[in-house]
């Protein structure tokens, strides 16, 4: 004698009908809609947070390196002199870097870092990131982030 298997109603193995995908694809795409911004501005948060800790950085950098040579980069040395010897034999001598292990870094959005040695309020030097638009000015995240010039 054959046992029985109790019967599945076809409702139970069709799976869910187009209707029921389209309402769960909805109610993701409103949660997204709420969330995600949120998460962006996070995002952009982290930005300005990391190009501001980035700028004390390199100060620290280069007050390192004036204390070494007895001035700060000239405007044609820049930055990468805090990674690279002088050319000037005098002033190769008291040289003691590299001041950074991994190179001057870029800012959070891939742009350089600007710097002049003119000094920037009560800063001895100019260090700054355009900030996300990569201009100089703007506003919340596109606003200039450091030790800006004076005008």
């Given at each position: ?34 969330v ?25 950098a ?18 990468q ?5 002088p050319?000037?034999q ?62």
């Amino acid at each position: 004698m054959r046992k029985r298997l109790p019967s599945v109603s076809r409702r139970a193995v069709r799976g869910f009908t187009l209707l029921e995908m389209i309402v769960v694809l909805v109610i993701i795409g409103l949660i997204m809609g709420l969330v995600g911004p949120r998460l962006f501005r996070q995002a952009d948060k982290a930005k300005v947070q990391t190009a501001e800790t980035q700028v004390r950085m390199l100060r620290g950098a280069l007050e390192t390196m004036r204390l070494d040579l007895g001035r700060f980069p000239t405007q044609e040395e820049g930055l990468q002199l805090l990674t690279s010897r002088p050319a000037d034999q005098a002033v190769g001598q008291r040289w003691q870097g590299p001041y950074l292990e991994d190179g001057v870094p870029q800012d959070p959005w891939g742009n350089p870092y600007q710097y002049s040695p003119r000094p920037s309020g009560h800063h001895a030097i100019t260090l700054y990131s355009f900030g996300a638009d990569g201009q100089a000015g703007g506003e919340g995240n596109d606003a200039d982030i450091g030790q800006l010039p004076t005008q």
